[in-house]
């Protein structure tokens, strides 16, 4: 609850929660960065400027990259696994050595059973009974050490990867909760939904079956190999010639699986995203009935997933079967040659039997080792994705030293502030100079596009002003405390966003320690309480999705009263631009009346009826303020507003 934001969908993030964060780059962590492309410095990777293009989420969609990029990318993830790793370090090589032991223990069952036959057996013959006992409990002892250990090492590994996964967990998701708005502009809460689940899921995949499969198979085949040697190096030479295709084959499917495989990565995204926005907008879709195009675009983005799929394990399709044939070539070699020098008597027929025996189990493991590399291609293209993710940075960061203001009176002033939302983008706000006295309430108009969300959205801090400056009581909001600015600042966006829980929870968002009787007083402040206690159970009500069974006016009610709990000296308000109807009109003015009160008030009005309870009114147009005065003197100026009043006027009466 104490993570949730404190008013409206998009309310202000705590960002001054401390992020554990992989930056080690102190200049960009302590440098206020403005600008969105100051973003761009990645922590996981070397800073040369060659690769600018694929730092933080920005090379994502790049799927075919030269030898250095996949480098400095595969750098990145690597750095990423190491990062994860750390507190499980130590677990991880018990693990490794547990497999080795255990592998040891069951390579060793047929050496003993060979002990038994060669020393055991004469000795029992000769009447000793104690010829069997002692290979017999070394058996028995290396039949329990490899099970009590495979047992171990299968839990430790399931721990290793577990905690390994909820560590990232818990970073992707703090990560992006403390990115700013412009970051998440772009990248859609589709995007951020497909890294948390199918990616990680990838990564899953490989943790939970990767290591201890990879490093017994490499166990059972060096001890298989050894024992070959031992048997006769000849046929040992026979498996290093088997060796080089395979590592051309390995390499081979390497190259190819890898861009395969971040294609995947990327169609799953783009299925995800899609699913996402449809089921988000679900009241637009069956709205304008688009539900069989939206099908269709599903249809094809789910093909598009479906087809990269079968072609990344397509590759491993010719992968297994491929290092089977060498397998099975080697032991025809084996047996050929062998043939002729025990024709030669170069060689005992028991040897060659023993040889192509081990020279059939010295492949086996490769199946397992062909599907750890699979598993670890597609993880691979997920962490790259996950690892872009976390090197991101947020645009909106608090100052290193931040000056502190316990109590604020509420007195706004831009300097010469300019905006623009991109570094090549246009200027939204131009030069503004503009001073806001403490206690003022201001209604801002103006046409669509004009700037005014712009402006509010500086003063929430949602971006920085790009020139000239914002200051609260004459401090810099890029000074002040991320902590203190979000409590004088509160902004009550125009949806109402509610979370899952109950009214109480709701209201108590704007100040979570906040006792009962005070979220029941700021309901009743802002003319609440009437209709929640009609609700079924009061102030208990689960609100459901999206607060589903409120009506808007009902909606922006429990917004006012959060924001009247947290009692900020500033209030920004975007208002609807949809008219309720007049009743819930009534009570929604009434409430916010109320919750104005003595503070400083910045309201995007849409409403006459809002605006005639400006004391001053701003018009902005083309991000300039073109006027500005009391509701009375921009009415005698005749201009902008003066038109607006008369059209309101005209088609919905007089205010009061
Ligand atoms: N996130 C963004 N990225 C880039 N440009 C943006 C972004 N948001 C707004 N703009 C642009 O900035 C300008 C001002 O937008 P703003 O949202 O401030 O307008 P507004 O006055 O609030 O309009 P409305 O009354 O329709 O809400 C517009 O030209 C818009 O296209
Ligand atoms: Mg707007």
């Known amino acids: 609850m104490a993570e949730t934001p404190r008013n409206g969908?998009?309310?202000?993030?705590?960002?001054?929660?401390?992020?554990?964060?992989?930056?080690?780059?102190?200049?960009?962590?302590?440098?206020?960065?403005?600008?969105?492309?100051?973003?761009r410095h990645g922590?996981?990777?070397?800073?040369?400027?060659?690769?600018?293009?694929?730092?933080?989420?920005?090379?994502?969609?790049?799927?075919?990259?030269?030898?250095?990029?996949?480098?400095?990318?595969?750098?990145?993830?690597?750095?990423?696994?190491?990062?994860?790793?750390?507190?499980?370090?130590?677990?991880?090589?018990?693990?490794?050595?547990?497999?080795?032991?255990?592998q040891a223990a069951q390579a060793a069952t047929p050496l003993i059973i060979a002990w038994a036959i060669d020393w055991g057996l004469p000795r029992m013959i000769d009447g000793q009974t104690s010829g069997m006992i002692l290979p017999g409990v070394s058996y028995v002892a290396a039949a329990v050490i490899a099970g009590v250990?495979?047992?171990a090492y299968t839990r430790m590994t399931a721990e290793v990867s577990q905690q390994m996964l909820f560590?990232?967990?818990?970073?992707?998701?703090?990560?992006?909760?403390?990115?700013?708005?412009?970051?998440?502009?772009?990248?859609?809460?589709?995007?951020?939904?497909?890294?948390?689940?199918?990616?990680?899921?990838?990564?899953?995949?490989?943790?939970?079956?990767g290591i201890s499969s990879l490093v017994s198979g490499l166990m059972f085949m060096s001890f298989t190999a050894i024992s070959i040697v031992i048997l006769d190096w000849r046929s040992g030479l026979l498996l290093v010639a088997a060796a080089v295709p395979i590592v051309f084959l390995g390499r081979w499917y390497q190259r190819r699986s890898e861009v395969a495989y971040r294609q995947t990565r990327i169609s799953s995204a783009r299925m995800i995203v899609h699913f996402v926005e449809t089921m988000t907008g679900i009241r637009a879709v069956q709205a304008f009935r688009r539900e069989t195009s939206r099908s269709r675009?599903?249809?094809?983005?789910?093909?598009?997933?479906?087809?990269?799929?079968?072609?990344?394990?397509?590759?491993?399709?010719i992968l297994q079967p491929a290092l089977l044939a060498l397998g099975n070539l080697t032991v025809a070699a084996v047996l050929v040659w062998g043939g002729f020098r025990v024709l030669q008597g170069d060689l005992e027929v028991g040897v060659l039997v023993a040889l192509l025996l081990a020279t059939k189990r010295v492949f086996q493991p490769l199946d397992m080792i062909a599907m750890f590399y699979n598993a670890l291609q597609s993880a691979t293209a997920a962490l790259?994705?996950?690892?872009?993710?976390?090197?991101?940075?947020?645009?909106?960061?608090?100052?290193?030293?931040?000056?502190?203001?316990?109590?604020?009176?509420?007195?706004?002033?831009?300097?010469?502030?300019?905006?623009?939302?991109?570094?090549?983008?246009?200027?939204?706000?131009?030069?503004?100079?503009?001073?806001?006295?403490?206690?003022?309430?201001?209604?801002?108009?103006?046409?669509?596009?004009?700037?005014?969300?712009?402006?509010?959205?500086?003063?929430?801090?949602?971006?920085?002003?790009?020139?000239?400056?914002?200051?609260?009581?004459?401090?810099?909001?890029?000074?002040?405390?991320?902590?203190?600015?979000?409590?004088?600042?509160?902004?009550?966006?125009?949806?109402?966003?509610?979370?899952?829980?109950?009214?109480?929870?709701?209201?108590?968002?704007?100040?979570?320690?906040?006792?009962?009787?005070?979220?029941?007083?700021?309901?009743?402040?802002?003319?609440?309480?009437?209709?929640?206690?009609?609700?079924?159970?009061?102030?208990?009500?689960?609100?459901?999705?999206?607060?589903g069974r409120l009506s808007a006016g009902q909606r922006q009610l429990i917004s006012f009263a959060r924001a009247f709990l947290a009692d900020p000296a500033v209030l920004i308000l975007d208002e609807a631009t949809s008219s309720l109807d007049l009743p819930s009109e009534q009570l929604v003015q009434q409430g916010l009346q109320r919750l104005l009160g003595h503070r400083t008030a910045l309201i995007i009005a849409h409403r006459l009826s809002t605006v005639a309870i400006a004391d001053r009114v701003l018009v902005v147009d083309e991000g300039r303020v073109v006027e500005d005065g009391s509701p009375a003197e921009l009415i005698a100026d005749g201009g902008y507003y003066a038109k607006l009043h008369a059209a309101w006027e005209a088609t919905m009466g007089s205010p009061n």
């Open 9 to 39: 969908r998009r309310g202000p993030a705590r960002r001054n929660e401390q992020v554990p964060d992989f930056d080690v780059d102190p200049v960009a962590a302590t440098t206020r960065t403005s600008v969105p492309e100051a973003i």
């Open 297 to 317: 675009q599903y249809d094809r983005l789910a093909r598009n997933y479906r087809n990269d799929m079968v072609r990344s394990l397509g590759l491993f399709g």
């Open 167 to 209: 560590t990232l967990r818990g970073e992707v998701f703090r990560k992006t909760q403390h990115l700013s708005l412009d970051f998440h502009e772009d990248y859609t809460s589709g995007k951020v939904i497909s890294r948390q689940t199918s990616d990680l899921e990838s990564l899953r995949e490989l943790l939970d079956q």
């Open 384 to 547: 790259e994705k996950v690892s872009g993710l976390l090197e991101e940075k947020p645009t909106i960061t608090e100052d290193p030293e931040p000056e502190h203001l316990d109590e604020s009176r509420g007195e706004v002033e831009f300097s010469q502030a300019e905006f623009r939302y991109s570094a090549e983008g246009p200027v939204v706000l131009h030069e503004m100079d503009l001073h806001i006295p403490a206690g003022q309430t201001v209604a801002v108009v103006g046409r669509t596009g004009a700037g005014k969300s712009t402006l509010v959205k500086l003063l929430a801090r949602f971006y920085d002003v790009t020139a000239g400056s914002l200051t609260l009581d004459g401090v810099d909001v890029r000074k002040l405390a991320v902590a203190d600015h979000h409590r004088h600042v509160a902004m009550v966006t125009q949806e109402a966003f509610l979370f899952s829980g109950t009214i109480t929870e709701n209201i108590a968002l704007g100040r979570p320690e906040a006792p009962q009787e005070e979220v029941v007083a700021a309901a009743r402040a802002v003319g609440a309480h009437a209709f929640i206690m009609d609700l079924p159970e009061g102030y208990e009500t689960d609100v459901n999705k999206r607060g």
């Open 149 to 151: 250990l495979t047992w």
């Open 43 to 102: 922590s996981f990777s070397p800073s040369d400027p060659r690769f600018d293009h694929l730092r933080g989420t920005a090379g994502e969609e790049q799927i075919d990259m030269d030898k250095e990029e996949r480098k400095f990318i595969r750098r990145r993830s690597w750095k990423l696994l190491v990062h994860l790793s750390r507190g499980v370090r130590l677990k991880l090589l018990i693990t490794a050595l547990f497999v080795m032991v255990a």
